[in-house]
């Protein structure tokens, strides 16, 4: 099958060479592309990306607000993931609040752009633990309460501190000697009691209530 992308940037060199790069994958195709974040919504209910590759500065609607107003509003909304001139960025840490499943820097390799494309259609977030440290070191939030609303078992807890660290799937199964069904069972009840859509806003979370900090 092949992972439908959608292309959102206002400089038009980018979107030419995030096309060039990904319609030269097996895989992977270019469906549309949008210079403003106002284009998105018709975009995606006519072409259904399954990944959307979205500039995080534009002039008009900005990738914070089209991302919430597109995972708002579609019943079955692509995954996001931002494409930004800098990692450190306050826009780039609202966005991934806003529910993008990760960021792509647009000095990225062509084979990491292939990569990350490949990573959040698969339903997984693309995390860089020392990124999002940063982020929410700089501008995250403290004191919240999403952590004890959910009121985690003690597995679970410890499911989402491994995933804090950025592990997979398969490297938490290793480091908790179980089974990898059982980790996704608890990382699916971990998405669920915070009220998250993925790995990316669970461990914002875990941040922003202090279960862990940035300074480790």
């Not at 633990?129 to 403290?142: E, H, K, N, S």
């Given at each position: 099958?092949?992972?439908g992308?959608?292309?959102?940037?206002?400089?038009?060199?980018?979107?030419?060479?995030?096309?060039?790069?990904?319609?030269?994958?097996?895989?992977?195709?270019?469906?549309?592309?949008?210079?403003?974040?106002?284009?998105?919504p018709?975009?995606?209910?006519?072409?259904?990306?399954?990944?959307?590759?979205?500039?995080?500065?534009?002039?008009?609607i900005?990738?914070?607000?089209?991302?919430?107003?597109l995972?708002?509003?579609?019943?079955?909304p692509p995954?996001?993931?931002?494409v930004t001139?800098?990692?450190?960025?306050?826009?780039?840490?609202?966005?991934l609040?806003?529910?993008?499943?990760?960021?792509?820097?647009?000095?990225?390799?062509?084979?990491?752009?292939?990569?990350a494309?490949?990573?959040?259609?698969a339903?997984?977030?693309?995390?860089?633990?020392?990124?999002?440290?940063?982020?929410?070191?700089?501008?995250?939030?403290?004191?919240g309460?999403?952590?004890?609303a959910?009121?985690?078992?003690?597995?679970?807890?410890?499911?989402?501190?491994?995933?804090?660290?950025?592990?997979?799937?398969?490297?938490?199964?290793?480091?908790?000697?179980?089974g990898?069904?059982?980790?996704?069972?608890h990382?699916?009840?971990?998405?669920?009691?915070?009220?998250?859509?993925?790995r990316?806003?669970?461990?914002?979370?875990?941040?922003?209530?202090?279960?862990?900090?940035?300074?480790?």
């Amino acid at each position: 099958m092949t992972t439908g992308v959608l292309i959102v940037d206002d400089d038009e060199l980018i979107r030419i060479g995030l096309r060039a790069i990904i319609d030269a994958q097996p895989d992977l195709s270019v469906l549309a592309e949008a210079a403003d974040g106002a284009e998105l919504p018709p975009l995606v209910a006519r072409h259904r990306p399954d990944v959307v590759l979205m500039d995080v500065r534009m002039p008009g609607i900005d990738g914070i607000q089209a991302t919430r107003h597109l995972l708002a509003t579609s019943a079955d909304p692509p995954r996001v993931l931002v494409v930004t001139t800098f990692a450190n960025d306050e826009y780039v840490y609202e966005a991934l609040r806003a529910g993008a499943s990760g960021f792509l820097l647009k000095r990225a390799r062509p084979a990491e752009v292939v990569e990350a494309v490949r990573v959040v259609a698969a339903g997984e977030s693309l995390l860089f633990p020392a990124a999002i440290r940063q982020l929410v070191g700089a501008y995250g939030p403290a004191g919240g309460d999403q952590l004890r609303a959910a009121r985690l078992t003690d597995r679970e807890a410890e499911v989402l501190r491994l995933m804090t660290t950025g592990r997979s799937n398969p490297e938490i199964a290793a480091h908790l000697v179980v089974g990898v069904e059982t980790v996704k069972t608890h990382v699916g009840n971990v998405l669920a009691k915070l009220g998250v859509r993925d790995r990316t806003q669970a461990v914002i979370a875990a941040y922003e209530s202090g279960f862990v900090t940035p300074s480790g």
